[in-house]
């Protein structure tokens, strides 16, 4: 354990563990994602590591949803269970003193027991950011923001890309958008009729249980979908923010995907219903590149905090 670690430290205590609830914002350029994996840097294994060195406690913190290699967030929300009681307010310091530059806790709360970041969230948001250029330009742009937008040589209309987006409005299954590798694109759902359910709410390790087979959905609920315009460093972008009650994998990205096509005129906006239909990954256009997209916010119901820091 580190200098810093043992100052931060108030007491072990044998009262049982208290649930933690962080706020991340995270550059995942040099990232191979949110999950953890062997011999490769993650954003899921930087944390468990920073925890380790400064509290001697080493929990998997789990994210609202497994962010892919390239993907950006700027409020992702993790949970975990610590049994070293600290003030959040040392233990945001330490983290960010921890971790390297490219992660940034933004707030530290310990919650409710029952609180999970991914079980209990009711809506998250995602942006996508495209940057409409000449690929002769693309070498002028700052590099404080190439890695950061999708480069695309093709003029772009806002009128289209808004009546796209507004197709994707309410409830509907997306299976043909999502990643063709089906144990990725669905998750267990706890509004799926064909099999039951149990929440066990007991202790902070929150957990599913499905009895028989498991319940998987590709239907999801899009509240809001729309395009803006936006500058930066003298750059016009285009930017797609979504918002929904879930998220199946590569589901932003390949909406994303589909409406540029639909922009350069690949398919027309009447095609989305069809695509929908359809239930098939190849029907919709291109998987995105990943370093346009950002999980922009997570939302909770909001009474599961007990001790908050920002």
């Not at 409005?169 to 990643?179: I, Q, T, V």
């Not at 994998?249 to 009447?270: C, F, K, P, Q, S």
């Amino acid at each position: 354990m580190t200098d810093d670690a043992q100052s931060v430290l108030e007491q072990i205590s044998g009262r049982g563990a208290q649930t933690w609830k962080l706020t991340i914002a995270y550059d995942g350029t040099d990232f191979s994602g949110w999950q953890i994996q062997p011999g490769e840097p993650t954003i899921q294994g930087e944390l468990q590591a920073a925890l380790g060195r400064i509290v001697g406690e080493s929990p998997l913190p789990q994210g609202s949803g497994r962010t892919d290699a390239g993907v950006h967030a700027l409020a992702q929300v993790a949970s975990f269970p610590l049994q070293a009681r600290i003030p959040p307010a040392n233990l945001l310091r330490a983290l960010n003193r921890t971790l390297p530059g490219s992660i940034r806790i933004l707030e530290a709360q310990i919650v409710a027991e029952t609180f999970h970041a991914r079980h209990s969230a009711v809506a998250k948001t995602y942006e996508y950011r495209v940057l409409p250029i000449e690929p002769a330009e693309q070498q002028l742009c700052s590099p404080f923001l190439a890695r950061y937008v999708y480069p695309y040589s093709w003029r772009l209309d806002p009128g289209v890309l808004n009546a796209a987006a507004a197709a994707f409005l309410g409830e509907h299954d997306f299976r043909s958008f999502a990643a063709t590798d089906p144990d990725l694109a669905t998750r267990t759902d706890d509004r799926s009729e064909d099999s039951a359910i149990q929440i066990q709410t007991r202790g902070p390790q929150r957990q599913v249980l499905v009895a028989g087979l498991e319940a998987r959905t590709a239907i999801r609920t899009i509240y809001s979908s729309a395009w803006r315009e936006e500058t930066t460093d003298g750059f016009h972008l285009f930017v797609y923010r979504v918002r929904g009650n879930g998220f199946l994998h590569h589901m932003v990205r390949n909406l994303v995907g589909t409406m540029l096509d639909i922009a350069r005129g690949y398919m027309r906006i009447e095609d989305i219903p069809v695509i929908l239909a359809a239930n098939d990954r190849s029907k919709a256009g291109p998987t995105a590149p990943a370093r346009g997209l950002y999980l922009h916010s997570v939302e909770y119901d909001g009474a599961e905090t007990i001790s908050r820091v920002r």
